[in-house]
């Protein structure tokens, strides 16, 4: 046998906080499983990014009130029944596993008070429900997920290791017994070891895809370095139902100023009584929406378009005058982020931008996270569960990746004695190198990435024509074969294997888009 073969009950690609959670509520019931992450650490995901805060309930505690906020957000093209889910399973997850378990320094009302949270609102909550630790949310609920999972016995975290592609009975088996059941199972991945430059087969019972967003492949993210659609790609390749692939959604407020990841302006600070403004200090949320900087983010980020459009200008500004909070106190990222290029949010307007934030489509799961393919579950940002539907919600994203990958670990749990079977296992193949020529060159790579990028914000960002996207197919198309033909000749490398992933869920999500031609939500054709 292989030494880069191995065996592990559950194999979790992702370690943000839906990869963590289902590993740690695995581990918690006994059940052994294998957390890959592409970094050194586990926090190297969007997760750890998150500012605003995580739903939990109002004080009145009625679910129906956020069920009501989800569907607006999401013009109603939503999966009811999975926003049911969500809002009437998310808080007890919060409190069983963030608050009991982990115990996160949520904020309180009072210092010296036990049980009234600091409950926030943002952009389309008709109510304060937000948990929230300041502006570093994501980071604490991560440094509490982190210890946990690190510190498990049942948790084996394998780092420096980058999943190539899914192995499934239809596409892998030598066995032809498999390939013509209809039914087709996933029975693990291969996973490029980046220190040993070596690819391993890591066979298991259960997969998990917790990869994050796509955020990457635009020119202007919110999203780490790792969010470059790997798991929809390696999901697509793989057969699984692709949905919604077309609502990407752009956050209205990052901070305008040259860097490689837009750095994110909370919109809790609109919550808190911050208001957009012009070049010349006007408000103009009130021209646009009833409910001016607190509605939806699709509709803030299309009038930051119309705004910067008509006047010319490169940017918009946050005015935060009026907010009662101490603002080094409130947002203390925001502000020493801004402070240290010389801005000062006390005194002075924030320069913000919309930025590519979050993938509202993806690989649909159901409310257990199983896929359209037998044994693969996905959970997080990468899935599609119906919750979000054409636009998310504010600070709904980090509850469903919990809620979901509590829920993903407590049915793999119910079916974890159905194991594969030994001559499925014996018939996957290890992987086998299919080029020699050494030619992964940087400059080439970086190309590439220029053209997805460049493509899908001119051509599938955030309004869309006709001819627009029918160029961005015609192109993605091109470059898709490129760079097939490039994997299939140079020896694998992460860049390389990034830069294939990437490129294949832009054309996902550009057909997806050219598809659709009904305008709704984040999914805005001006034609």
């Not at 679910?63 to 999966?79: C, S």
Request: hydrophobic share 35%; proline share 3%; with cysteine.
């Amino acid at each position: 046998m292989s030494t880069y073969r191995h065996t592990t009950p559950v194999l979790i690609i992702g370690s943000g906080i839906a990869g963590c959670t289902t590993a740690l509520s695995l581990a918690d019931s006994g059940i052994e499983c294998t957390l890959i992450t592409t970094g050194e650490k586990l926090d190297g995901g969007n997760s750890a990014l998150a500012q605003g805060g995580i739903v939990y309930k109002a004080e009145e505690g009625d679910p129906r009130l956020l069920e009501k906020d989800i569907l607006t957000a999401g013009h109603n093209y939503n999966y009811k029944a999975a926003v049911r889910y969500l809002c009437t399973r998310g808080p007890e997850s919060v409190k069983r596993i963030l608050v009991d378990r982990l115990h996160i320094p949520f904020a309180r009302s009072k210092d010296d008070c036990e049980c009234e949270w600091d409950l926030t609102r943002e952009g389309g909550h008709g109510v304060p429900r937000i948990l929230h630790c300041a502006d570093y949310t994501g980071r604490a609920i991560m440094d509490g997920l982190i210890a946990a999972v690190t510190a498990h016995p049942n948790i084996t975290v394998l780092p420096n290791r980058t999943a190539v592609d899914l192995l499934t009975s239809h596409h892998h088996a030598r066995d032809l017994e498999f390939r013509y059941q209809l039914n087709n199972q996933c029975v693990g991945a291969y996973v490029f070891n980046e220190q040993l430059k070596r690819v391993e087969t890591v066979l298991a019972n259960f997969t998990v895809l917790a990869t994050g967003g796509v955020g990457q492949i635009y020119l202007h993210t919110t999203n780490s370095t790792s969010s470059i659609g790997s798991g929809l790609a390696m999901a697509y390749r793989a057969g699984a139902r692709i949905h919604n692939a077309e609502y990407v959604q752009f956050h209205p407020t990052a901070l305008y100023h040259r860097s490689d990841r837009r750095f994110l302006i909370t919109e809790a600070m609109r919550g808190e009584g911050a208001r957009l403004v012009d070049g010349n200090g006007v408000p103009f949320m009130q021209n646009h929406d009833a409910r001016a900087d607190l509605a939806p983010r699709d509709i803030v980020a299309r009038a930051i378009v119309e705004e910067m459009l008509k006047r010319g200008d490169d940017c918009v500004y946050l005015d935060t005058s009026e907010v009662k909070h101490d603002l080094a106190t409130r947002f203390p990222t925001i502000f020493k982020r801004c402070l240290a290029l010389g801005i000062d949010i006390r005194t002075q307007p924030i320069p913000v931008v919309p930025a590519a934030h979050y993938f509202c489509g993806g690989i649909l799961a159901d409310y257990r996270g199983r896929t359209t393919v037998e044994r693969l579950y996905a959970v997080g940002e990468c899935n599609c569960t119906g919750v979000h539907g054409a636009n998310r919600l504010a600070s709904t994203s980090l509850l469903e990746a919990l809620l979901w990958g509590h829920s993903s670990a407590e049915d793999i749990g119910k079916r974890i004695t159905r194991k594969l079977s030994k001559r499925l296992r014996d018939s996957m193949p290890d992987w086998e190198p299919t080029g020699e020529e050494h030619n992964d060159d940087p400059a080439l790579i970086a190309q590439d990435w220029a053209r997805v990028r460049h493509t899908m914000w001119n051509y599938v960002g955030i309004t869309r024509t006709s001819s627009r996207l029918s160029r961005a197919v015609e192109d993605m198309r091109e470059l898709s074969k490129n760079v097939h033909d490039f994997y299939k000749r140079t020896p694998l490398s992460k860049r390389l294997i990034d830069l294939f992933h990437g490129c294949q869920a832009a054309y996902v999500i550009t057909l997806a888009a050219k598809r659709n031609k009904v305008s709704t939500g984040c999914h805005y054709r001006v034609d």
